[in-house]
């Protein structure tokens, strides 16, 4: 089983900084990959996906992914206190499941 | 509007009950999922569907059933083999091969077993 590693936090970033998210996954095989972001009590939305190395960008969202070094990015600028929230790492395996990492918890501070 | 149903959103079971947990989609999507997710913890699959009448286990099947007779319903059984059931059920869907990163999430349950 693929695994997807994040570190649980709390990320306590200023308002108005840049909250960066990391994600390490075990398959170098993989080749996508995905953000989903989960408010206390709620269920998860998915809010970036990439496929290909290099940035992707939608608004204040940035996802990086870096295949030779296994690991994927999801930077916020621009943080605000709406952004507080866990932010979930997954991968796709092989049987069209998706594999998701324990989450990173992130605190926006206004 | 389309979207997943999930009922009840709270749940509470005595020990040695079963219960079952109902998951509606109204997007025609032919894949649906069941996770689990512990405090602290990331989402761990339980079973997911890819078509009608057909169903696979996931990383922690033991102690749950699912049927998938519609394509639109996907309900899940806690048995009571289950033997730490209290935790927050997400239902979801997508559209298949290909879009397996795109899932669509209900609202949740929340089982407590008193």
């Known amino acids: 089983q693929k695994e997807v590693e994040q570190n649980s936090g709390p990320l306590s970033v200023p308002e108005g900084a840049i909250a960066s998210l990391n994600c390490t996954y075990s398959?170098?095989?993989?080749?996508?990959f995905f953000w989903y972001r989960q408010y206390s009590g709620k269920s998860p939305e998915l809010i970036m996906f990439?496929?290909?190395?290099g940035d992707k960008e939608d608004g204040r969202f940035t996802a990086q992914l870096n295949k030779a070094s296994q690991y994927v990015s999801l930077l916020i600028r621009d943080s605000q206190p709406s952004d507080s929230a866990t932010y979930l790492c997954?991968?796709?395996?092989?049987?069209?499941?998706?594999?998701f990492g324990a989450g990173t918890i992130l605190r926006v501070k206004s | 509007d389309g979207g997943i149903t999930q009922s009840p959103k709270y749940l509470f079971r005595k020990e040695g009950q079963n219960v079952t947990l109902s998951c509606e989609q109204n997007?025609?999507?032919?894949?649906m999922y069941w996770y689990r997710q512990d405090p602290g913890q990331g989402l761990r699959l339980i079973y997911y569907?890819?078509?009608?009448?057909?169903?696979q286990k996931g990383d922690i099947a033991e102690g749950y059933s699912v049927s998938r007779e519609k394509k639109e319903s996907f309900p899940l059984t806690v048995t009571s083999a289950q033997k730490n059931p209290t935790a927050f059920y997400l239902c979801?869907?997508?559209?298949?091969?290909?879009?397996?990163?795109?899932?669509?999430f209900g609202e949740g349950s929340r089982l407590t077993v008193l």
């Open positions: 997007l025609n999507h032919d894949a």
């Open positions: 569907s890819q078509i009608v009448n057909d169903f």
């Open positions: 979801a869907s997508s559209t298949g091969t290909g879009r397996v990163g795109e899932l669509f």
């Open positions: 997954a991968v796709p395996e092989y049987g069209n499941k998706l594999v």
């Open positions: 990439i496929y290909s190395n």
């Open positions: 398959d170098r095989g993989s080749q996508s």
